[in-house]
């Protein structure tokens, strides 16, 4: 079996965060998707279960939390391109998500830092690993 991972995200509204995940590249699959949950597609590898917060709830016997007064998990995903980092921040802040932080340029590697509307927080990044600092050359 290929190995997967899948993402259970609290939600206080299942509809608006699905359009949000549609926005920054995700496909919403039916086959596991309704009211209370959607089951967003990011890969073939990664995929963001949207639980509205009776659901979540139900997988733990922990109260979900406020992702925009706390953080539990940062979500760096990697893109191809410096292009598509920047596509997908804006992509995410015209959906409804806020900028956290803006271009981060250490060459070799390009970052910004965004939310969704419940406050989960995502780091898309290009990384140009054929170009990356040596070992001794990071630890300056």
Do not use: Q
């Not at 953080?71 to 191809?80: K, T």
């Amino acid at each position: 079996m290929t190995k997967r991972i899948f993402i259970s995200l609290p939600v206080a509204d299942v509809a608006a965060a699905t359009a949000f995940y549609e926005a920054i590249g995700c496909t919403r699959d039916p086959r596991f998707s309704n009211a209370a949950a959607a089951s967003m597609l990011w890969s073939d590898a990664v995929t963001f279960n949207l639980l509205s917060h009776e659901v979540y709830r139900g997988l733990t016997p922990k109260p979900p939390s406020d992702a925009k007064a706390t953080s539990a998990a940062l979500f760096a995903l990697a893109l191809d391109t410096r292009e598509a980092v920047d596509a997908f921040a804006a992509a995410a802040i015209a959906a409804g998500g806020r900028e956290v932080h803006g271009a981060e340029d250490e060459g070799f590697m390009y970052s910004r830092g965004v939310e969704d509307p419940d406050g989960n927080g995502f780091g898309p990044f290009w990384m140009a690993t054929d170009t990356m600092p040596s070992e001794a050359e990071a630890a300056l």
